[in-house]
Each structure stands twice: as structure tokens, then as C-alpha cells.
């Protein structure tokens, strides 16, 4: 049966997951996803970095970001997706290039423009 109020529901009502399921060592974990940092695409794999952890899922870039929230994550490269509530800060390393600066330190290459960029941040 089907109760909009069920928070058991895998899929929110918006149509995004709020967790990712992560076959690990022989089990299969979940991620919240406002706990991901960043995702960087590697193939038909995507790396998933949690902390100091990753995670190596078997889905395309394509498919995963379809699962994400655009409020919550921004896609800011080809093959690389982050967390907005984790960016710092952003440093220009040559006229009109950014790279973003992650909470924990982390540097992810982006090619939006400083505006693209700030609209991704401020709007969400």
C-alpha cells in the first residue's frame, strides 16, 4: 500500500533518493546522501568519497546524478558532481578557471564560469 507519509520509501516524494545503496566487501551499505562530499566518474564506476572513505558504485555519472537532488548537488565538471553544502571556497588557477575547495580540504577542477558557480551556491 501506498502512504505519501511513509518515510520508508526509498524515493521521496520529489523523486530524489535520500540514500545510495553501496555494495562494500560482500555487503551492501547505505549512504546518506548529505553525508557524500563528492562524486568523480570513472567509466561505468562512480567514486563516491564519504570522510575520509570512497566508495567505487557500478553506475554511470548520468545515472547516479539522475537520483540527486539539483538543490543539494551540482554537477561541475563532466565527470565530477559535489556536495553545494560542502563547498568553502572557490580559487582562480588561471583567468576565468575555478577550482572548488571542499570543507575538508578536498580541490575539485571544475569548468563553469565564476557566475555558473555562484548561482549553483547562493541558490541553494
Same mark, same amino acid.
Given at each position: ?17 535520500? +540514500?545510495?545503496? #553501496?555494495?562494500?566487501?560482500? %555487503?551492501?551499505?547505505? /549512504?546518506? @546522501? ?43 565538471? +563532466?565527470?565530477? #558532481?559535489?556536495?553545494?553544502? %560542502?563547498?568553502?571556497? /572557490?580559487? @582562480? ?32
Amino acid at each position: 500500500m501506498n502512504n505519501p507519509d511513509n518515510q520508508t520509501d526509498l524515493e521521496t516524494e520529489s523523486g530524489f533518493f535520500p +540514500r545510495i545503496a #553501496i555494495r562494500d566487501a560482500g %555487503r551492501v551499505c547505505f /549512504l546518506e @546522501t548529505r553525508e557524500v562530499d563528492w562524486m568523480q566518474a570513472s567509466g561505468n564506476y562512480v567514486e563516491i568519497y564519504v570522510g575520509a572513505k570512497s566508495y567505487l558504485q557500478r553506475e554511470t555519472m548520468k545515472n547516479l546524478a539522475a537520483k540527486l537532488s539539483p538543490r543539494q548537488f551540482a554537477r561541475v565538471h +563532466r565527470s565530477t #558532481i559535489v556536495n553545494i553544502d %560542502r563547498i568553502k571556497e /572557490l580559487r @582562480t588557477i588561471s583567468k576565468g578557471q575555478y577550482t572548488i575547495i571542499l570543507e575538508n580540504g578536498t580541490a575539485v577542477d571544475t569548468n563553469l564560469t565564476l557566475h555558473a558557480l555562484q548561482t549553483i551556491i547562493e541558490s541553494a
